[in-house]
């Protein structure tokens, strides 16, 4: 299975950009890259994703490097309410459709 | 009103007994899944369904069985609840494809003492 790698943890101050990095250099040519987030005490939440083109919307931007081995999610402006642990993700191709999380980074918003 | 809900929210169990989770959802997807997720780590997948006919083995289904009663209801047992079945459960649904999106509940909390 492809995997992912992101760093367990990083700090950011409110209302500065935060680029969350992501490294998948074994993706295939047919993976989607996902970003998911969980706050505390809850269930994952879809955030943005991307196939090869940069993606931008309301909670994000997806930049994703030219040989698609790695990817980075933007947070133009981080809040409080972003405090969370974001998991970046590779869709599996064939029929499971699931999705394989990793340990994902926790990031602090500082006030 | 939540679109995927789960039931129970928390549940604490003794070593050995039956203990059903039952996840719903009105988003009207065909697929539905359960993940099993553990303090500090990301989530497992144990089964998915992609339809009421349809159900799969994921990860971690040692332990654990589901049914599929209906498109909107996904529930998963623990036959006979171990410790190392603690651990904090999501449902999740999607449409279909590997570009869709995967919509999750929030979660049971289980305790096996």
């Known amino acids: 299975d492809a995997k992912t790698t992101q760093p367990n943890s990083m700090e950011s101050n409110e209302e500065e950009p935060v680029h969350l990095p992501c490294n998948h250099s074994?993706?295939?040519?047919?993976?989607?890259i996902h970003w998911y987030r969980q706050l505390p005490s809850q269930g994952p939440e879809y955030v943005i994703h991307g196939l090869t083109s940069n993606v931008n919307n309301r909670m994000a931007s997806l930049a994703i490097a030219e040989d698609r081995k790695s990817s980075t999610l933007i947070l133009h402006r981080a809040t409080l309410r972003d405090a969370a642990v974001y998991y970046c993700?590779?869709?599996?191709?064939?029929?499971?459709?699931?999705?394989?999380f990793g340990k994902g980074t926790k990031l602090s918003v500082k006030p | 009103d939540a679109d995927v809900t789960q039931t129970p929210r928390n549940r604490i169990t003794k070593t050995g007994k039956r203990i059903m989770l039952e996840c719903s959802q009105t988003k009207g997807h065909d697929r539905m899944y359960w993940y099993r997720q553990d303090p500090g780590l990301g989530l497992r997948l144990i089964y998915y369904s992609f339809d009421v006919k349809d159900i799969n083995k994921g990860e971690i289904s040692d332990g654990y069985s589901v049914s599929r009663q209906a498109q909107a209801k996904f529930s998963l047992s623990l036959e006979s609840a171990i410790p190392n079945q603690t651990a904090l459960y999501f449902c999740a649904t999607q449409t279909s494809g590997r570009r869709d999106t995967q919509y999750f509940g929030p979660g049971t909390r289980l305790t096996v003492l």
């Open positions: 074994t993706i295939s040519g047919t993976d989607y």
């Open positions: 993700i590779l869709s599996r191709g064939g029929s499971q459709g699931n999705l394989i």
